[in-house]
């Protein structure tokens, strides 16, 4: 079993910048990749970033260029550098790690984006 927890969200105006942080723990090996989900306001949950084992990242069309996925492996942390954020930004981030058998999902952190 992986345990994710997420952290720094928060209050944005519009061009600003946030990073957040994913630390996994539990079952690490078992992690094949990791990502970023986000669920806006009355909208399905969705797809941001993904970084693999070997460091292959994929990203959602509409945040490319702004958001940037790392990952710090000694530390078994994620991080999701976020800038120049616009209100459509505006969600509940959620921490995503795949394992052999399924995934597993951090609590999330919330973003908002607003002046």
């Known amino acids: 079993q992986v345990h994710l927890v997420e952290s720094g969200g928060g209050l944005v105006r519009p061009g600003g910048s946030l990073r957040l942080s994913c630390v996994a723990s539990?079952?690490?090996?078992?992690?094949?990749?990791m990502g970023w989900y986000r669920q806006g306001p009355g909208k399905q949950r969705e797809f941001v970033a993904s970084i693999t084992n070997g460091g292959s990242k994929v990203y959602r069309e509409t945040v490319k260029g702004r958001f940037t996925i790392s990952r710090d492996s000694a530390e078994n942390t994620i991080y999701l550098q976020m800038n120049n954020l616009e209100p459509e930004d505006t969600a509940v981030y959620y921490c995503n790690a795949q394992i052999v058998d399924g995934a597993s999902w951090g609590q999330g952190t919330q973003v908002t984006v607003s002046s």
């Open positions: 539990g079952s690490i090996s078992e992690i094949q990749a």
